[in-house]
């Protein structure tokens, strides 16, 4: 299998740079000017932003179908997110992406979706992980079907080799866990080491968001 070249990355950065980064910028300035989730109108901007441009609304739900989504949006979402700790989640992380912190990041991103599972009746794995992404673009990975799919290409083409270390990592993970938390711990680990390998490749740091865009190019 041909290598992922430099000049691939670099290119599909470029890509990035001229379609996409502005309007990603624009939700990344939303949640640094708006951190927060105390003031009703802020909470629900985010969620309805991220959650449509990200194709991941949590308005898609399996339960309280008997209510309509204005209601669902006023009496369910922007409540239930305000009285919860989400804020307290989120602050008392620190921003050291490092194998040490792994665990830490991924009980907040449990605790975001439980919290939209509770909102939606269903599993929002993916929104939390946008959602989170935006509020804190150094620790949060994308998550969606199409990452996954392209995680084992781009280790084989990376020759990213690192099943001891992440078998590791994962062994130090809480033993009873929920399937969300297991999908998104499994591909969180495996991102990690493929930033590394990135990393490595272009000689320079990478973002959470260059990683994406080089994922989804493959």
């Known amino acids: 299998m041909k290598k992922i070249s430099k000049k691939e990355m670099q290119q599909a950065l470029e890509a990035y740079t001229r379609w996409d980064s502005l309007s990603n910028k624009v939700l990344y300035d939303l949640c640094k000017k708006y951190p927060k989730h ?43 997110i305000k009285e919860s700790e989400i804020d307290s989640w989120i602050s008392n992380l620190n921003d050291n992406l490092t194998k040490e912190n792994i665990p830490n990041i991924l009980r907040v991103h449990n605790d975001v979706t439980y919290l939209f599972k509770k909102i939606s009746g269903q599993e929002k794995i993916s929104l939390a992980s946008k959602y989170l992404h935006f509020h804190n673009p150094k620790l949060f990975f994308i998550y969606d079907s199409i990452i996954c799919k392209n995680i084992p290409e781009a280790e084989r083409r990376l020759s990213s080799n690192n099943k001891e270390e992440i078998k590791k990592i994962l062994s130090k993970l809480p033993k009873k866990i929920d399937t969300s938390y297991a999908s998104y711990a499994y591909v969180f680990v495996h991102l990690f080491f493929l930033k590394k390998r990135m990393e490595k490749q272009l000689g320079r740091k990478i973002t959470l968001r260059e990683l994406d865009t080089i994922l989804y190019s493959m």
């Open 38 to 80: 105390k003031k009703e109108n802020v909470i629900q901007a985010k969620m309805l932003i991220i959650g449509r441009v990200y194709a991941a609304s949590i308005e898609r739900r399996k339960i309280k179908k008997e209510m309509d989504t204005a209601s669902f949006w006023t009496k369910e979402v922007v409540p239930k």
